[in-house]
């Protein structure tokens, strides 16, 4: 139990998160009068063959593999938070800054079981325009609560030293 498992589980929600809120904005563009011709004449300049009714279903799926993959992610970063919490409480700027970081990545996996809740019946799994704001909103939100995880490890130390100190008891 000397590595820490919660960076090794971060990388496919946020990941996933991402491609949720791009195939949701590129859909909504390539069906909005006002956007519908820069988005055909981009993919024809990129010389991309994509039917863009695929994007409603692509974001549905990636927004449910958001929430499975969440799940190790929640469990590894609550784990990882919880003595930080026990030994300083919330007086620290690092548990402040370990509570923020949980909390914003909460919501947005509420705002994904929300967005997939609402889709899983609609025809094509084609996104209401709250659903793509929804999805648009998280992707910043996720980057942020990614960059508050960085601070912890690269400011605070989070997680860092714990095998070195197990490799020099075993040598």
């Known amino acids: 139990m000397s590595h820490p498992k919660h960076p090794a589980t971060v990388h496919f929600p946020i990941t996933f998160s991402f ?68 030994r300083d409480g919330f007086s620290s700027k690092k548990a402040q800054t370990g509570v923020l970081h949980a909390l914003l990545n909460d919501l947005t996996i509420f705002a994904a079981a929300y967005n997939w809740w609402t889709r899983r019946e609609a025809t094509g799994f084609v996104p209401s325009t709250a659903n793509v704001a929804l999805s648009a909103s998280v992707v910043p939100a996720t980057f942020f609560a990614a960059f508050l995880g960085g601070h912890l490890v690269y400011h605070y130390g989070m997680g860092v030293g714990r095998s070195s100190s197990t490799a020099k008891k075993n040598k």
Do not use: R
């Open 19 to 86: 491609l949720t809120g791009a195939f949701d904005v590129l859909y909504l563009a390539s069906v909005a009068p006002a956007t519908s011709g820069v988005v055909a004449s981009a993919f024809k300049t990129l010389d991309l063959q994509i039917n863009t009714a695929l994007f409603p279903t692509l974001s549905y799926y990636t927004c449910i593999l958001t929430i499975i993959t969440a799940v190790p992610a929640i469990i590894s970063g609550a784990i990882e938070l919880s003595p930080v919490i026990q």
